[in-house]
Protein backbone atom coordinates (compact mmCIF):
# COMPACT_ATOMS: atom_id res chain seq x y z
CA UNK A 1 0.00 0.00 0.00
CA UNK A 2 1.04 3.50 -0.94
CA UNK A 3 1.71 6.02 1.78
CA UNK A 4 -1.72 7.78 3.24
CA UNK A 5 0.47 11.10 3.02
CA UNK A 6 1.07 10.48 -0.41
CA UNK A 7 -3.00 10.48 -1.04
CA UNK A 8 -3.17 13.76 -0.24
CA UNK A 9 -0.26 14.84 -2.26
CA UNK A 10 -1.73 13.02 -5.58
CA UNK A 11 -3.67 15.54 -6.80
CA UNK A 12 -1.67 18.36 -6.22
CA UNK A 13 0.53 18.89 -9.49
CA UNK A 14 -0.57 22.72 -9.11
CA UNK A 15 2.02 25.67 -8.68
CA UNK A 16 2.15 28.14 -6.33
CA UNK A 17 -1.09 27.04 -4.54
CA UNK A 18 -2.09 30.25 -2.86
CA UNK A 19 -4.86 28.19 -0.19
CA UNK A 20 -7.30 30.99 -0.19
CA UNK A 21 -8.12 32.36 3.30
CA UNK A 22 -6.05 30.14 5.21
CA UNK A 23 -4.54 32.56 7.67
CA UNK A 24 -6.44 35.91 8.04
CA UNK A 25 -3.76 39.08 8.48
CA UNK A 26 -6.52 41.28 9.14
CA UNK A 27 -7.64 39.37 12.57
CA UNK A 28 -4.64 37.23 13.09
CA UNK A 29 -6.34 34.06 13.21
CA UNK A 30 -8.05 31.48 10.94
CA UNK A 31 -10.93 32.38 8.90
CA UNK A 32 -14.02 31.09 11.07
CA UNK A 33 -15.79 29.10 8.42
CA UNK A 34 -13.77 26.50 9.39
CA UNK A 35 -16.10 26.34 12.57
CA UNK A 36 -19.30 27.18 10.39
CA UNK A 37 -18.39 24.38 8.22
CA UNK A 38 -17.92 21.76 10.84
CA UNK A 39 -20.58 23.08 12.87
CA UNK A 40 -23.04 22.70 10.25
CA UNK A 41 -22.96 19.63 10.56
CA UNK A 42 -24.33 18.25 13.90
CA UNK A 43 -21.88 16.20 14.39
CA UNK A 44 -19.26 18.02 16.86
CA UNK A 45 -19.87 16.25 20.34
CA UNK A 46 -20.32 13.13 18.94
CA UNK A 47 -16.66 13.46 17.50
CA UNK A 48 -14.94 15.06 20.49
CA UNK A 49 -16.06 11.67 22.77
CA UNK A 50 -14.09 9.28 20.04
CA UNK A 51 -10.95 10.24 21.98
CA UNK A 52 -11.93 9.27 25.50
CA UNK A 53 -11.82 5.66 23.80
CA UNK A 54 -9.60 5.27 20.96
CA UNK A 55 -6.36 5.42 22.55
CA UNK A 56 -7.37 2.11 24.67
CA UNK A 57 -8.66 0.72 21.86
CA UNK A 58 -5.43 1.57 20.32
CA UNK A 59 -3.59 -0.81 22.59
CA UNK A 60 -6.03 -3.48 22.69
CA UNK A 61 -5.41 -3.56 18.78
CA UNK A 62 -2.10 -3.63 18.96
CA UNK A 63 -1.57 -6.42 21.47
CA UNK A 64 -4.42 -8.09 19.58
CA UNK A 65 -2.19 -8.08 16.68
CA UNK A 66 0.73 -8.94 18.39
CA UNK A 67 -0.99 -12.00 19.69
CA UNK A 68 -1.70 -12.98 15.78
CA UNK A 69 1.72 -12.50 15.18
CA UNK A 70 2.53 -14.73 17.35
CA UNK A 71 0.22 -17.29 17.09
CA UNK A 72 -1.45 -16.59 14.09
CA UNK A 73 -4.84 -15.17 13.32
CA UNK A 74 -6.59 -18.75 12.89
CA UNK A 75 -5.96 -19.84 16.54
CA UNK A 76 -6.56 -15.79 17.91
CA UNK A 77 -9.80 -15.84 16.59
CA UNK A 78 -10.65 -19.17 17.70
CA UNK A 79 -9.47 -18.09 21.31
CA UNK A 80 -12.10 -15.02 20.72
CA UNK A 81 -14.73 -17.39 19.87
CA UNK A 82 -14.28 -19.37 22.98
CA UNK A 83 -13.90 -16.87 25.17
CA UNK A 84 -16.76 -15.23 23.93
CA UNK A 85 -18.89 -18.33 24.24
CA UNK A 86 -17.75 -18.34 27.94
CA UNK A 87 -18.23 -14.72 28.73
CA UNK A 88 -21.63 -15.51 27.60
CA UNK A 89 -22.03 -18.86 29.83
CA UNK A 90 -20.35 -16.94 32.81
CA UNK A 91 -17.92 -19.20 32.65
CA UNK A 92 -14.45 -18.32 33.54
CA UNK A 93 -12.81 -17.24 30.55
CA UNK A 94 -9.96 -18.00 29.31
CA UNK A 95 -7.72 -15.26 30.35
CA UNK A 96 -8.58 -16.53 34.15
CA UNK A 97 -5.82 -19.16 33.46
CA UNK A 98 -2.56 -16.77 33.27
CA UNK A 99 -0.63 -20.09 33.57
CA UNK A 100 -1.56 -21.48 30.25
CA UNK A 101 0.56 -20.71 27.40
CA UNK A 102 0.17 -23.16 24.69
CA UNK A 103 -2.51 -21.03 23.05
CA UNK A 104 -3.30 -17.56 23.00
CA UNK A 105 -4.68 -15.74 26.32
CA UNK A 106 -7.50 -13.55 24.91
CA UNK A 107 -10.91 -11.52 26.01
CA UNK A 108 -14.32 -11.61 24.31
CA UNK A 109 -13.98 -9.62 20.93
CA UNK A 110 -15.88 -6.43 20.57
CA UNK A 111 -19.76 -6.01 19.43
CA UNK A 112 -19.32 -4.99 15.86
CA UNK A 113 -21.90 -2.47 15.27
CA UNK A 114 -20.42 -0.59 12.18
CA UNK A 115 -22.25 2.95 13.42
CA UNK A 116 -19.20 5.08 10.48
CA UNK A 117 -20.44 3.06 7.62
CA UNK A 118 -23.04 4.42 5.44
CA UNK A 119 -24.31 3.98 2.05
CA UNK A 120 -22.83 6.96 -0.43
CA UNK A 121 -25.49 10.10 -1.14
CA UNK A 122 -24.34 11.74 -4.02
CA UNK A 123 -25.81 15.10 -3.15
CA UNK A 124 -23.70 16.00 -0.63
CA UNK A 125 -21.90 18.66 -2.21
CA UNK A 126 -18.85 19.31 0.16
CA UNK A 127 -16.67 20.70 -2.55
CA UNK A 128 -19.25 23.64 -2.92
CA UNK A 129 -19.95 24.10 0.86
CA UNK A 130 -15.97 24.13 1.52
CA UNK A 131 -15.06 26.50 -1.62
CA UNK A 132 -18.44 29.06 -0.79
CA UNK A 133 -17.96 29.29 2.81
CA UNK A 134 -13.92 29.87 2.46
CA UNK A 135 -13.30 31.07 -0.61
CA UNK A 136 -14.08 34.69 -1.18
CA UNK A 137 -13.55 35.04 -4.68
CA UNK A 138 -14.77 32.63 -7.52
CA UNK A 139 -11.19 31.39 -7.90
CA UNK A 140 -10.96 30.64 -4.99
CA UNK A 141 -13.78 28.70 -4.40
CA UNK A 142 -13.00 26.89 -7.44
CA UNK A 143 -9.38 26.03 -6.43
CA UNK A 144 -10.54 25.28 -2.49
CA UNK A 145 -13.29 22.74 -4.34
CA UNK A 146 -10.57 21.16 -6.51
CA UNK A 147 -8.15 20.70 -3.64
CA UNK A 148 -11.03 18.70 -1.73
CA UNK A 149 -12.53 17.15 -4.77
CA UNK A 150 -8.62 15.86 -6.33
CA UNK A 151 -7.71 14.77 -2.32
CA UNK A 152 -10.79 12.34 -1.65
CA UNK A 153 -10.09 10.75 -5.27
CA UNK A 154 -6.70 10.06 -4.61
CA UNK A 155 -7.81 8.62 -1.24
CA UNK A 156 -10.61 6.66 -2.28
CA UNK A 157 -8.66 4.61 -4.21
CA UNK A 158 -6.74 3.82 -1.77
CA UNK A 159 -9.44 3.12 0.57
CA UNK A 160 -11.50 1.15 -0.86
CA UNK A 161 -8.51 -1.52 -1.43
CA UNK A 162 -8.14 -1.51 2.66
CA UNK A 163 -12.16 -1.66 3.42
CA UNK A 164 -12.12 1.83 4.46
CA UNK A 165 -14.33 3.58 1.69
CA UNK A 166 -17.72 4.93 2.86
CA UNK A 167 -16.85 4.62 6.56
CA UNK A 168 -16.10 7.42 9.05
CA UNK A 169 -13.06 5.69 10.32
CA UNK A 170 -11.35 5.45 6.86
CA UNK A 171 -11.61 9.47 7.00
CA UNK A 172 -10.87 10.08 10.70
CA UNK A 173 -7.63 7.76 10.01
CA UNK A 174 -6.72 9.66 7.03
CA UNK A 175 -7.17 12.93 8.91
CA UNK A 176 -4.98 12.09 12.27
CA UNK A 177 -1.98 11.02 10.51
CA UNK A 178 -2.19 13.92 7.94
CA UNK A 179 -2.56 16.82 10.77
CA UNK A 180 -0.06 14.18 12.75
CA UNK A 181 2.55 14.12 10.37
CA UNK A 182 2.23 17.80 8.85
CA UNK A 183 2.39 19.19 12.89
CA UNK A 184 5.31 16.96 13.66
CA UNK A 185 7.29 16.86 10.46
CA UNK A 186 7.27 13.41 10.77
CA UNK A 187 6.99 10.53 8.21
CA UNK A 188 3.88 8.61 8.21
CA UNK A 189 3.09 5.57 10.71
CA UNK A 190 3.60 1.74 9.43
CA UNK A 191 0.74 0.30 7.56
CA UNK A 192 0.50 -1.78 10.84
CA UNK A 193 -0.03 0.96 12.71
CA UNK A 194 -2.60 2.73 10.47
CA UNK A 195 -4.66 -1.04 9.96
CA UNK A 196 -4.35 -0.64 13.86
CA UNK A 197 -5.64 3.03 14.03
CA UNK A 198 -8.08 2.46 11.79
CA UNK A 199 -9.53 -0.60 13.95
CA UNK A 200 -9.31 1.60 16.81
CA UNK A 201 -11.02 4.27 15.80
CA UNK A 202 -14.04 2.00 14.01
CA UNK A 203 -14.64 0.30 17.67
CA UNK A 204 -14.60 3.63 19.84
CA UNK A 205 -17.57 4.81 16.62
CA UNK A 206 -19.48 1.27 17.83
CA UNK A 207 -19.14 3.07 21.21
CA UNK A 208 -20.37 6.16 20.65
CA UNK A 209 -24.85 6.04 20.46
CA UNK A 210 -24.82 9.25 18.22
CA UNK A 211 -22.84 7.45 15.56
CA UNK A 212 -25.53 4.65 15.69
CA UNK A 213 -28.26 7.16 15.12
CA UNK A 214 -26.78 9.57 12.19
CA UNK A 215 -28.08 9.53 8.92
CA UNK A 216 -26.54 8.21 6.18
CA UNK A 217 -26.65 11.88 4.89
CA UNK A 218 -25.07 13.60 7.61
CA UNK A 219 -22.13 10.38 8.10
CA UNK A 220 -21.27 11.57 4.61
CA UNK A 221 -20.80 14.90 5.13
CA UNK A 222 -18.49 14.38 8.00
CA UNK A 223 -16.94 11.43 6.51
CA UNK A 224 -16.59 14.00 3.48
CA UNK A 225 -15.44 17.28 6.08
CA UNK A 226 -12.65 15.08 7.41
CA UNK A 227 -11.07 14.36 4.17
CA UNK A 228 -11.65 18.44 3.26
CA UNK A 229 -9.92 19.39 6.55
CA UNK A 230 -7.03 16.72 5.58
CA UNK A 231 -6.54 18.37 2.15
CA UNK A 232 -6.52 22.01 2.39
CA UNK A 233 -3.37 21.67 5.56
CA UNK A 234 -1.63 19.20 3.10
CA UNK A 235 -2.32 21.59 -0.04
CA UNK A 236 -1.00 24.29 2.40
CA UNK A 237 1.90 22.02 3.67
CA UNK A 238 3.01 21.05 -0.10
CA UNK A 239 3.08 24.56 -1.18
CA UNK A 240 5.46 25.07 1.61
CA UNK A 241 7.95 22.24 0.75
CA UNK A 242 8.14 22.57 -3.09
CA UNK A 243 8.29 26.62 -2.11
CA UNK A 244 11.10 26.77 0.78
CA UNK A 245 8.39 28.97 2.01
CA UNK A 246 9.12 28.18 5.91
CA UNK A 247 6.32 30.43 6.94
CA UNK A 248 3.70 28.71 4.15
CA UNK A 249 5.19 25.47 6.25
CA UNK A 250 4.31 26.86 9.85
CA UNK A 251 0.83 28.09 8.28
CA UNK A 252 -0.04 24.51 7.54
CA UNK A 253 0.77 23.55 11.15
CA UNK A 254 -0.98 26.29 12.64
CA UNK A 255 -4.06 25.25 10.45
CA UNK A 256 -3.42 21.46 11.38
CA UNK A 257 -3.25 22.25 15.20
CA UNK A 258 -6.40 24.29 14.39
CA UNK A 259 -8.65 21.46 12.91
CA UNK A 260 -7.48 18.89 15.35
CA UNK A 261 -8.62 20.83 18.17
CA UNK A 262 -11.78 21.86 16.53
CA UNK A 263 -12.46 18.09 15.88
CA UNK A 264 -11.10 16.13 18.41
CA UNK A 265 -10.55 18.70 21.30
CA UNK A 266 -6.62 17.96 21.34
CA UNK A 267 -3.45 18.64 19.88
CA UNK A 268 -1.94 16.47 17.22
CA UNK A 269 -1.02 13.46 17.92
CA UNK A 270 2.23 12.16 17.51
CA UNK A 271 3.53 8.97 15.99
CA UNK A 272 7.20 7.54 17.12
CA UNK A 273 8.46 4.41 15.53
CA UNK A 274 5.69 3.65 13.59
CA UNK A 275 3.39 3.05 16.60
CA UNK A 276 0.79 6.43 17.84
CA UNK A 277 1.81 7.84 21.24
CA UNK A 278 -1.54 9.68 22.52
CA UNK A 279 -1.12 12.39 25.53
Known sequence: MKRILALGLLGFALAGLGVAQTWDSRSGGYNTGYGTVYGSFGVAMATQNIYNTMQM???KTMMRNAMIK???LAAV????REAKGKSSSNTPAKSDRAANT???VVAAPPLVRNYGVFRPDATVDTGKTIGDTLGETPEEKALLKQIYQA???AFEVQAAQKGWKNNIAGAFTFFIV???SIY???EDPSDATLDALYQA???SLDEIPEFGKMTNRDKQRLYNTLIAFAAIPLATYTEGKQGNSEPTVEVARKLAVMLTQLVLKIDPVRFENGTLKMG
Open 57 to 59: NMQ
Open 102 to 104: SSP
Open 70 to 72: KWG
Open 184 to 186: HGT
Open 77 to 80: EKAE
Open 201 to 203: INQ
Open 151 to 153: TKT
Open 178 to 180: ATS
